[in-house]
């Protein structure tokens, strides 16, 4: 597919201002370029789990969104959505309905990875023609910060919080992406914000319009959970590329392809020195972690390029 | 039909409230001003500007509207002055305080 | 005109859905009523039905998904029993709270633990503050002709909430009985066509569901949600009188048997009622002054009505097939003694648990109960007030 950025950026905007996510937020950045892209004239319902996005865009009586929405619970968007997919299905069969929908369900790595990751599951495997958005910012944002299954090894979270006998969350983080992929479903992709915004946009379009299921992966960075200086989102995500702590990858019909290759891979430092929640970690006497981290960054990223090269 | 927001602020009674709480309508959020939420904002300067559109897509608020492939005016109404786009102009077009 | 069959319970209600031929049901197996998806897969196999059938993967998902159908603009519905009731409780509060249409066809069974499969009313009664409608039947006719009349009072304007039709776990799900089926046709026309006014799919107008509300609207959605169980109870008996001119067969919000001129009462709900039809016969043949009152309609619960057809009886036993955890009895006594204090009533009121787990009730048990009934009026006490039917010691 290709990509005119300029009129990309010239849609109608999808996500209305006046939303109450915090300023500098990575999840509202995911969904307006995710948003774009659906075709004009194509009519969508939005899911949503609950969380950050679920309580700031649906405020009653605000909604910021263009589209029919429905906020259902924490651990069901992929349930709810199912549903809202085959009442379209029925009402089509039963000649009710004429528009085109498509079907777009958004939650944070909570409602995803964690809580509702029996519903993503279930609703991946029976392949309903929908897209499950994962804006991932590693950790449960919403309450505060603690951590979930795919909060980095080592961050400080509320839950997993540095202290004389921690050096934050002990565990890797769960590669879902690679998970709904053994789901074998028609498309799933890994992306977050670079550049001119072609690789997520690709992504968003190629994951609306393929039939059936598919499952982005999008790194969406939180200022306040990461605690790096808000205006630095963009450099932020360019450098979880550049160290590939978040490989840009698509599976298609179970081929796997890797979309972006460092002509430098970067040491992971410099994707952890920005972010308040490894600080512990550039102490003195703790570079075996940095050493842990990066050895598993480079096994996943090894590992990712057997996945590639088959 | 779309929902009259006017008959639902704070004060409403339950019986003006929409059913089941479900809002007709799209985009209302627009009469929420969350650009009250901060003094410090982006200033665009033009003459600068080489209309490349790198700021549209990173502003997490959609605050930069486009016209005919062209950005305006902030929409100072919901910015929120989180300062991204400055970082993502490539131009100097972006200016706001406390942000180089 | 109606036809004669041989049915259970879970099948009679399979045969409502495929003659409504509902848009969407998503559904999860759980004894005992695996069964209603398993002959409703049948007929959409077969295209006796053009629903989207949606296996899920857990009951939580079942009425997730039925919601998301429901909220598209769909005619939804899903079954379950037991655990799996309890699995999707939060979704029954959402359900409620978006005033959405929608139907549960429940087999009571109880709760764990101990695991168990057989019938008590452990599991609705524990969602009967969820606001659900909850309509409860005796046998499988009451519950195929309950099934009929759902959509009917879920989708009325004045209400919009989602029902329960209730029947007893194997008692009556899967017990064989003579039944009386509408046709086809009948049943299509009574139901009607579904015209939702504000959908996710309506392509006119978008709609957002499910908002984040701050406390200066919570406790007034909650009110406002209250007004439409306020108008349930006049619906359901508008719809049961326009189902007893089609069918022949009259429902109220309760039934009342022998209880006109009955100095003793019992007050149930579900398949022991047949049971304690029985022991009333027996009694009424020896000349004593018995009857009972049967819950039809359990929430909203018609409170003054019951009163008033209790406003004779000098002494009421009220039985519970499940277990308050109150040290007083169980939910529908509490229910039913507010309803007799509010009236002022000066009957004198025992609450019996019974049944649970399947504990087999028997036409002596009952007999039992008119027995303790008859020795509180002649010592004007009703002694222990909160008992257990038929427990060994």
Not at chain 3, 156 to 177: N, W, Y
Not at chain 3, 346 to 362: I, P, Q
């Amino acid at each position: 597919m290709s990509y005119n950025f300029k009129e990309t950026m010239n849609k109608p905007e999808r996500l209305a201002p006046g939303h109450r996510m915090c300023a500098g937020c990575g999840g509202t950045i995911a969904v307006r370029n995710v948003l774009r892209g659906l075709h004009e004239g194509d009519r969508a319902v939005i899911g949503n789990a609950t969380g950050c996005l679920e309580v700031s865009t649906f405020t009653y009586p605000y909604t910021a969104w263009e589209d029919s929405y429905i906020h259902n619970a924490f651990e069901n968007a992929g349930a709810t959505l199912s549903g809202v997919e085959g009442a379209y299905k029925a009402l089509k069969r039963k000649g009710k309905l004429d528009a085109v929908y498509k079907f777009i369900t958004f939650g944070g790595d909570g409602g995803t990875y964690d809580i509702g990751f029996q519903s993503l599951s279930g609703a991946m495997e029976r392949n309903h023609d929908m897209v499950y958005v994962c804006y991932d910012n590693g950790a449960y944002m919403n309450t505060g910060i603690q951590r979930s299954s795919a909060t980095p090894m080592y961050a400080d979270t509320t839950t997993t919080p540095v202290g004389s006998c921690s050096s934050g969350k002990p565990q890797n983080r769960k590669d879902l992406a690679a998970v709904i992929a053994a789901h074998d479903v028609p498309y799933v992709a890994q992306t977050t914000f670079v550049q001119n915004f072609k690789d997520l946009h690709v992504k968003s379009e190629k994951a609306i319009y393929t039939p059936g299921a598919a499952f982005l992966n999008i790194m969406a960075p939180c200022p306040r959970g990461w605690r790096y200086a808000a205006p630095d989102i963009m450099e932020i995500c360019r450098l979880g590329v550049e160290t590939c702590y978040w490989p840009l990858f698509e599976v298609e019909e179970g081929k796997w392809t890797l979309n972006y290759e460092p002509k430098k891979k970067l040491p992971i430092e410099d994707f952890l020195r920005p972010q308040g929640r490894f600080k512990h970690l550039f102490k003195k006497g703790n570079e075996y972690l940095i050493e842990e981290f990066q050895k598993e960054v480079d096994r996943r990223w090894e590992d990712l390029l057997f996945r590639c090269s088959r | 039909m779309a929902a009259d927001l006017s008959r639902l602020g704070v004060k409403a009674s339950w019986k003006d409230l929409t059913e089941g709480m479900v809002i007709a309508g799209a985009g209302t959020s627009r009469d929420f001003h969350t650009g009250e939420w901060s003094e410090t904002k982006p200033e665009f300067l033009e003459d600068k500007c080489k209309q490349c559109l790198l700021c549209v897509p990173v502003c997490p608020d959609s605050c930069i509207p486009v016209k005919d492939r062209k950005r305006l005016e902030f929409d100072y109404d919901h910015c929120k002055g989180c300062g991204i786009c400055v970082k993502a102009c490539p131009f100097g077009a972006i200016t706001m305080e406390g942000v180089e | 005109m109606g036809k004669r069959e041989r049915l259970s319970g879970n099948e009679a209600v399979a045969i409502a859905l495929r003659q409504i031929n509902p848009d969407v049901f998503p559904a999860f197996p759980i004894t005992p009523s695996t069964e209603i998806p398993q002959y409703f897969a049948s007929y959409a196999a077969n295209g006796q039905v053009d629903t989207e059938f949606i296996p899920v993967e857990s009951e939580h998902s079942s009425m997730s998904a039925a919601i998301g159908a429901s909220a598209a603009g769909a005619r939804s519905l899903t079954a379950t029993s037991s655990c799996g009731l309890a699995y999707m409780w939060e979704e029954l509060y959402i359900a409620a709270s978006n005033r959405l249409p929608l139907v549960l066809a429940l087999v009571n069974r109880a709760l764990s633990g101990p695991i168990n499969i057989n019938c008590d009313h452990s599991d609705s009664m524990g969602a009967r503050d969820s606001g659900w409608i909850q309509m409860y039947a005796e046998n499988n006719q009451e519950a195929y002709d309950n099934m009929v009349q759902a959509y009917r009072i879920s989708e009325h304007k004045d209400v919009r909430l989602p029902v329960m039709i209730c029947q007893d776990g194997f008692i009556t799900s899967h017990a064989v009985e003579n039944i009386e089926l509408l046709e086809d046709e009948e049943v299509k026309n009574f139901v009607g066509e579904y015209e939702p006014e504000n959908y996710l799919l309506n392509p006119e107008c978008p709609i957002a569901v499910g908002p984040y509300a701050v406390t200066d609207y919570y406790m007034e959605a909650k009110r406002a949600q209250a007004e439409g169980m306020r108008h349930a109870v006049q619906v359901v008996k508008d719809v049961a009188k326009e189902f007893a001119s089609l069918s022949g067969r009259e429902y109220g919000l309760f039934e009342e048997y022998c209880l006109e001129d009955a100095e003793r009462a019992v007050v149930m709900i579900g398949s022991a009622a047949g049971t304690t039809k029985d022991a009333v016969d027996k009694l009424r043949a020896d000349g004593e002054k018995v009857g009972l009152l049967k819950i039809r309609l359990f929430r909203p619960f018609p409170a003054e009505e019951i009163a008033e057809a209790l406003k004779g009886v000098k002494a009421v036993a009220v039985m519970d097939r499940a277990e308050g955890y109150s040290n007083q009895g169980g939910p529908l006594g509490a229910d039913v003694m507010a309803a007799l204090y509010r009236s002022r009533s000066e009957a004198l009121a025992v609450n019996y648990v019974y049944g649970l787990g399947g504990r087999d009730v028997r036409v002596e048990d009952m007999e039992d109960v008119f027995a303790a009934l008859k020795q509180m009026r002649q010592d004007q006490d009703p002694g222990e007030t909160y008992r257990y039917l038929g427990i060994r010691e």
